[in-house]
């Protein structure tokens, strides 16, 4: 299985805990700046990790997930959102569906 980690990071703390998931399951890391979506095409599992602002992560990733829709296809994807204020993970759960409506993920999301 191919997997791919895409991250986005403003302090270093996301970048680092990307890396570390690639590191474990010997993926490739990148930036989500670097992202290609024929890159997407190879992949069996992608995981996506940002940080939070204000209940939503980072305008880049919430692109990603807009906008890869159809390269998404027959793809696994692990969305992960990293918060330092406990009350705001409930809120980017709760609007993640609607951030990823163009891809199939949504389909299996529920809100908690």
């Known amino acids: 299985m191919k997997a791919m980690v895409v991250y986005d990071s403003t302090y270093g703390n996301t ?16 930036r989500v700046t670097d992202v290609n979506p024929s890159d997407l095409k190879t992949s069996d599992l992608l995981i996506v990790g940002s940080p939070t602002h ?14 890869l829709g159809p390269a998404l296809r027959g793809v696994n994807v692990a969305a992960l959102f990293f918060c330092a204020m406990g009350g705001m993970l409930l809120a980017t759960l709760a609007r993640l569906p609607a ?14």
Do not use: F, Y
């Open 15 to 30: 970048e680092k805990i990307a890396q570390a998931i690639g590191d474990a399951i010997t993926a490739e890391v990148l």
């Open 54 to 67: 204000e209940g939503r992560p980072t305008p880049a990733i919430q692109h990603l997930l807009k906008t």
């Open 99 to 112: 951030m990823a409506s163009n891809t199939p993920l949504c389909a299996r999301l529920r809100p908690w």
